[in-house]
């Protein structure tokens, strides 16, 4: 079975003493996690470090959320994926639709960000996913294909398959509007065939293709079930404890 995975995106929200709490609060009541199922908390920058030792191995992993497209140099405020190296840190975010959005990250950037990360062994979390318009405009496959042919598809065979992929609708993100089940499955079927018809059909079935926009303890089950949906990339509700315990709760266990 693909991994299933749980991911919490915190973005730019709590205090160190808040996050201290909410890991706390989620780990303490984590539920036994079965081979094949991952819970991943993405952290702000400062708290990597002093957080570390605060999340059992057996109840999850951090990730950065975002690293810079250098490898190093006069970058003042920016992470390199060395820096994360150091600190043992096994994944990293790259091109949510806010960093795209919000600081013109392109496809092209994308695709350096990925190889860096690769070349220190971290996973890269590659976002995908397309804006209201593209929808309405039911051009969506098109559009979230370009994004994998230019940033992930120059990638071989081998390193394609240390990627995990988030789809995110962008207007599902912190709206309050979900793609249905039957929208997210299709998007994901869409993106593991596109890898199948790259690579292979072994390969495609073996990425974990998560879904970040607006999942909740309420719709994780539902949406989970979707036969091509491995999980979710968690915004708002991984801030709750209550939600995101029903969320790692949701994930598929190995039958």
């Known amino acids: 079975m693909r991994k299933q995975i749980a991911a919490a995106n915190w973005k730019m929200n709590k205090t160190l003493q808040e996050g201290q709490q909410l890991l706390h609060d989620i780990v303490s009541k984590m539920p036994s996690l079965t081979n094949g199922q991952h819970v991943i908390f993405a952290l702000p920058y400062p708290y990597l470090g002093i957080l570390k030792s605060k999340v059992p191995v057996q109840s ?13 140099g006069a970058y003042t405020g920016e992470v390199s994926v060395s820096m994360l190296k150091s600190l043992e840190i096994p994944y990293c975010i790259v091109g949510h ?3 795209r959005e919000y600081f013109h990250e392109t496809n092209a950037q994308l695709a350096v960000k ?4 690769l070349s220190v062994g971290i996973t890269p ?10 929808r309405e405009a039911n051009n969506q496959n098109s559009y979230v294909g370009t994004q994998l042919d230019e940033s992930l598809f120059h990638l071989d065979a081998a390193a ?4 995990v992929i988030a789809y995110e609708p962008i207007w599902a993100i912190g709206t309050g509007k979900t793609a249905s089940s039957e929208q997210a499955q299709e998007m994901h079927a869409f993106i593991r065939s596109a890898i199948a018809n ?5 390969i495609a079935n073996g990425i974990s293709i998560l879904y970040g926009g607006s999942v909740k303890g309420s719709n994780a089950g539902e949406l989970f079930a979707q036969p091509d949906v491995d999980g979710g990339l968690v915004g708002g509700a991984s801030l709750v404890p209550e939600d995101f315990l029903q969320i790692i709760a949701a994930l598929k266990k190995e039958s």
């Not at 999850?60 to 490898?71: E, V």
């Not at 790259?198 to 072994?202: L, W």
């Open 60 to 72: 999850g992993q951090l990730a950065a959320q975002n690293c810079h497209h250098a490898s190093s």
């Open 97 to 99: 639709s806010e960093r």
């Open 114 to 117: 990925v190889n860096l990360c």
């Open 125 to 134: 979390i590659f976002c995908c996913g397309e804006p209201l318009s593209i």
């Open 160 to 163: 394609i398959q240390h990627v």
């Open 198 to 202: 790259k690579y292979s059909a072994e």
